[in-house]
């Protein structure tokens, strides 16, 4: 199947301070790459989906100030938690898919803010 | 918002037994796919069935998608340690968005 890969694996930041994590699509060109959240022993909940060149879409209840998503390549899109507080702390899961088959996820990034 | 309930959330059975997971909704999806997930990692795909009625099979793995696309069930036959893992189903709405279940979080006893 498709690689896709995200940076970093893991983030420890200060609270208060912004936190930027890259999803790169490695052997395909990405149409659409979708942003998920992943809380302790739940399941993935969609935040927002990314188009290329285009402002991304996000769900209900997700504040787009707070996540700034920038799909500036088909193969990159960059989340960046802004003025990340201890509650944004979650395992933060992108993948990527091309012309509507299947997604392909990344491995995850882990982000804890003190 | 289309909803997929997932049952059982937790199941531990020893090494050899069967176990069935389901996945249910009110919604017609227009596929529905199954992933795995290591902790720590992010989703593996394992199936997507597309067509009512629809039955794969991956080994001892068994996929079924019911016939009005509402549903979909997961067998394993003879469970081994290496299938402990967290186990979704994900259906397909409009446009390639995924709606995931809760997840089944099984643990295969040796």
């Known amino acids: 199947g498709a690689v896709v890969s995200q940076h970093p694996s893991r983030v420890i930041c200060k609270s208060g301070t912004s936190v930027k994590i890259e999803c790169r699509s490695l052997d395909f060109q990405a149409t659409t790459m979708f942003w998920y959240r992943q809380f302790p022993k739940q399941s993935l909940m969609l935040m927002a989906t990314?188009?290329?060149?285009?402002?991304?879409?996000?769900e209900q209840g997700v504040e787009k100030d707070k996540f700034l998503i920038n799909h500036a390549s088909l193969t990159l899109s960059t989340l960046t938690v802004t003025s990340a507080h201890p509650e944004d702390s979650s395992f933060y899961i992108c993948?990527?898919?091309?012309?509507?088959?299947?997604?392909?996820f990344g491995p995850g990034t882990r982000l804890l803010v003190l | 918002t289309q909803l997929l309930e997932q049952s059982p959330q937790f199941l531990s059975i020893q090494e050899g037994e069967n176990l069935t997971v389901y996945c249910n909704s009110s919604?017609?999806?227009?596929?529905l796919q199954w992933y795995r997930q290591e902790p720590g990692e992010g989703p593996v795909l394992l199936v997507t069935?597309?067509?009512?009625?629809e039955v794969k099979k991956l080994k001892r793995l068994t996929f079924q998608f019911g016939d009005a696309r509402k549903d979909s069930s997961l067998h394993i036959t003879a469970a081994q340690p290496g299938d402990t893992g967290l186990y979704l189903c994900?259906?397909?709405?409009?446009?390639?968005?995924?709606?995931f279940g809760q997840g089944t979080r099984l643990t295969i006893n040796p």
């Open positions: 069935v597309v067509t009512g009625g």
């Open positions: 990314s188009n290329e060149g285009s402002k991304a879409t996000y």
């Open positions: 919604s017609v999806f227009s596929s």
């Open positions: 994900a259906g397909a709405q409009g446009a390639q968005k995924l709606v």
């Open positions: 993948s990527a898919t091309w012309e509507q088959e299947t997604q392909y």
